[in-house]
């Protein structure tokens, strides 16, 4: 039987396991959101195309699977840049459908036509333009393969009006996908093996690098193992948070610019990394040239180009990160190596003196307090989605978690805007878990107006607005680095609460401490979505901090505690 | 340092494009890029010579790995190779002037390929230093157009593998030998 190509497009998308998509229609996609009718799919209506690749970010961060996006040519298109670069550095698997221009308008400057596979190319893993029906089948195939094997990452398919509408016969075909040049499954040789396995065994003072390739490869069960084993501590890049449970015994917590002052100690005294799927962003490593000079580098990474770009190490090993550790795992020594937790224990000094955690209550509202009390209330069982900043940092050390795919964050890219959609994203891969959006005041109001599809959906997102009427985070950097000269970070807001209510979603704020608990329970219980705005202190900053270009242990800490008083 | 890669890629729309935005993405300078049809159907083959040290050439092998569309890689400066440019080159030739310019193209055993009344186009294939020598001494005579090929080149010996089987590759450190690769089956 003969099929439109916008039929093929929806049931290779069904073959492929897809029964949720983002996107928002037009022109030149109007054939295919005209067949969806047809097939089991539910379409969430995003309010802006940046929203629907937040969206299909997160749905797959939350969820694992592969998020999809669909939008239409020209601006459509040109919207979901920033959310497919925001996937790409973070390799997210991520699939794009844009609807194109007739075939024979293209180069024409026809209305709302882009070159989208042009403006995409640096950005995505791998792109498509698709200009007959009978390539339709076959194109999706091959961009969910691209897009969730290997090292995850966007694929674009830029579909064009008449491939949707002209029909053909289709012949389903199950075999693998054949890519001649594509090898996502390449692997290591026994000898660097054994090199990893000796050094290992002979390490003093090792560290476990946890990173986001533990998540891609589902690798949490071995990476525990090999730690409890040899009783190696671990320490966690950003993405890499969720990795390795934050309540276990041997979890430092988070290294880099705002990592906690002993982790960062640690990764500088120790005698070996072992780098398990993370990538040495300049945020975990400060200054190169003073990192980590005691210690020999063990580098696991499925991507091969990883190695030595920034960090030069001594045994790299390429493959999926949960295959090498389980053929390690069996070589791996026990090992007890309890001075160097005690050395690490030590160095732990202060901190906890400095902890505004283990402050008095002065009366004042820190951000770190809302993060804090919003990890006891939920017990650490949610899925936070964080957007970009100071709070994000917050978030990474005040609420600890146990659980992979738990924490959703844009991490290389840094996308302000990113969490409200990804939080729906995540809603609809996991509906069944608690999601909470915790966002600055700056980024919230980027992509807010996706408070119109959560009501739409009528899903259950709660979202804590960390609101200290700046761009705290740039802020922070014109307080330490171009003193104190605010230029355009102060913010005057909405009233959140009502905008919360313009949307018939249910708005609450809090301003002081002891109003923490009491607004995340309410929310809790609240049957629909609730807007929580946090006023905070507003010239709060993030410790501790390496600055740009420091070496790693030379932090700014957090303040010696003054005592503060209701008074101040 | 010079770097010369060959590059075995599928022949689909738009690779050339990928394969140059790689190396303006990740701030490599190509000297000069060649491509054109190998002996299998369907598979181009690009000679890029690029300006970078040891250790750029290994991220530059391991990045054009992940463009989907590229076969494989080979740098094959650290191999013995053949390498040749081709030029044609016009260069003003009066009556009086021509026949040293004929002497000079027989010396550099280059072809003098069309003749008009004021010029002549000369053919010279070799090794780019040879005709940047050729090119040297005939400007005295003025050099009123020239086009050249760029570098295309080959290693010599048997032909070099071909597709991975899955063993490492794109993944040497610095300082290592080239990887033998003479296990891996060609299958392009
Ligand atoms: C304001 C701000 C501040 C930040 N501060 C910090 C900070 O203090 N500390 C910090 O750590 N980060 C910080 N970041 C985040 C930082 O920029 C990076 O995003 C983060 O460090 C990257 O973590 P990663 O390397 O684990 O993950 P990714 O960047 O996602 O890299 C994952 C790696 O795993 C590999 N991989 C993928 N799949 C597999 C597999 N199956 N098997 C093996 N390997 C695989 C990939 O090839 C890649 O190399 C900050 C970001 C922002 C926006
Ligand atoms: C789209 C985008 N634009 C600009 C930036 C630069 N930037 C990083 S953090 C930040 C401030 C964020 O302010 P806010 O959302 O209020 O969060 P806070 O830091 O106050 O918690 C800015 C402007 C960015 N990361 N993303
Ligand atoms: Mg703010």
Not at chain 1, 242 to 250: D, E, M, Q, S
């Given at each position: 039987m003969k099929r439109t190509g916008a039929q093929i497009l929806w049931e290779a998308l069904i073959r492929e396991g897809v029964s949720t998509v983002f996107g928002y229609p037009g022109g030149a996609i109007l054939p295919a959101y005209d067949a969806m009718l047809e097939f089991p799919i539910q379409h969430v209506l995003v309010r802006h195309e940046q929203g629907a690749t937040h969206m299909a970010d997160g749905y797959a961060r939350a969820g694992g699977g592969v998020g999809v996006a669909v939008a239409t040519s020209g601006p459509g298109a040109t919207n979901m840049v920033t959310g497919i670069a925001t996937a790409m550095l973070d390799s997210s698997p991520m699939v794009c459908i844009t609807g194109q221009v007739g075939g024979k308008l293209i180069g024409s400057d026809a209305f709302q036509e882009t070159d989208i596979t042009g403006v995409t190319l640096p950005i995505t893993k791998h792109n498509y333009l698709v200009s007959r029906p009978q390539d339709v089948a076959r194109t999706v195939k091959e961009a969910f393969y691209v897009a969730k094997s290997g090292r995850p990452g966007p694929v674009l398919l830029d579909i064009t009006k008449d491939a949707q509408q002209s029909s053909c016969e289709v012949e389903w075909d199950d075999s693998e996908v054949t890519l001649p040049g594509y090898r996502p499954d390449l692997r290591a040789t026994q000898e660097v093996y054994q090199r990893a396995i000796d050094m290992i065994n002979e390490a003093k003072r090792p560290i476990i690098f946890a990173g986001h390739g533990i998540m891609l490869s589902g690798a949490m069960d071995v990476v525990r193992a090999i730690a409890e084993r040899a009783n190696i501590p671990v320490a966690m890049t950003l993405l890499g948070i969720?990795?390795?449970?934050?309540?276990?015994?041997?979890n430092l917590g988070m290294m880099g610019m705002h990592g906690e002052a002993w982790v960062n100690s640690a990764i500088q005294e120790a005698d070996l990394l072992l780098a398990f799927g993370m990538r040495f962003d300049d945020r975990v490593t400060g200054n190169l040239a003073t990192y980590a000079q005691n210690a020999k580098k063990i580098h696991i990474d499925i991507d091969p180009a990883e190695f030595n770009k920034n960090v030069k190490v001594d045994v790299p090993l390429t493959g999926d990160l949960r295959t090498v550790l389980e053929e390690i795992l069996p070589h791996v020594a026990e090992g007890d190596r309890s001075s160097w937790r005690a050395a690490i224990e030590e160095m732990k000094g202060d901190c906890a003196v400095r902890d505004i955690q283990n402050l008095p209550d002065s009366g004042h509202l820190y951000a770190a307090h809302v993060i804090n009390d919003l990890w006891r209330v939920t017990d650490g069982d949610a899925i936070v989605v964080t957007d970009v900043g100071q709070h994000q940092m917050w978030e990474a050390q005040y609420y600890h978690h146990d659980h992979p795919r738990s924490l959703i964050t844009s991490g290389g890219l840094g996308t302000m805007g990113f969490a409200l959609p990804a939080a729906i994203g995540a809603k609809f891969a996991c509906p069944d878990k608690e999601v909470w959006a915790v966002v600055g005041d700056g980024g919230f109001q980027m992509t807010q107006a996706e408070l119109a599809t959560i009501a739409q959906e009528q899903i259950k997102v709660n979202v804590a607005i960390i609101n200290n009427g700046y761009l705290g985070m740039v802020r922070q950097w014109q307080e330490f680095f171009y003193d104190r000269r605010y230029a355009a970070t102060p913010l005057l807001n909405p009233d959140f609460v009502k905008l919360a209510e313009a949307y018939g979603l249910s708005g609450m704020a809090v301003t002081k401490r002891a109003g923490v608990v009491p607004g995340v329970e309410a929310a809790r219980e609240h049957a629909g979505a609730v807007i929580l705005e946090f006023k905070v202190e507003q010239e709060d900053s993030v410790f501790p901090m390496v600055p740009a270009g420091a070496a790693l242990d030379k932090m700014i800490r957090r303040p010696n505690p003054i005592v503060e008083t209701a008074a101040d | 340092m010079r770097h010369t890669f060959a590059v075995h890629v599928e022949d689909t729309p738009g690779v050339l494009n990928r394969v140059a935005s790689l190396f303006r993405r990740r701030a490599f300078n190509i000297e000069s890029l060649t491509v054109g049809h190998t002996e299998t159907a369907g598979v181009s083959r690009m000679t890029i010579v690029a300006d970078t040290d040891d250790h750029g050439a290994l991220r530059l092998e391991a990045n054009l790995y992940k463009l989907v569309n590229v076969l494989r890689v080979d740098d094959i400066t650290v191999r013995p190779s053949v390498q040749r440019d081709l030029a044609m080159i016009k260069v003003a030739a009066t009556p009086e002037t021509r026949t040293h310019v004929m002497q000079l193209v027989d010396v550099f055993r280059a072809r003098v390929i069309d003749v008009a009344p004021d010029s002549v186009i000369i053919e010279a294939t070799g090794p780019e230093d040879k005709i940047d020598g050729l090119v040297e001494v005939l400007r005295q005579y003025g050099v009123i157009e020239m086009v050249r090929t760029g570098c295309v080149a080959m290693a010599r010996g048997p032909k070099i593998g071909g597709l991975g089987d899955g063993v490492e590759r794109g993944t040497q450190v610095a300082d290592d030998a080239p990887a033998d690769d003479s296990n891996v089956s060609y299958s392009v």
């Open positions: 969720g990795g390795f449970p934050a309540r276990h015994p041997l | -």
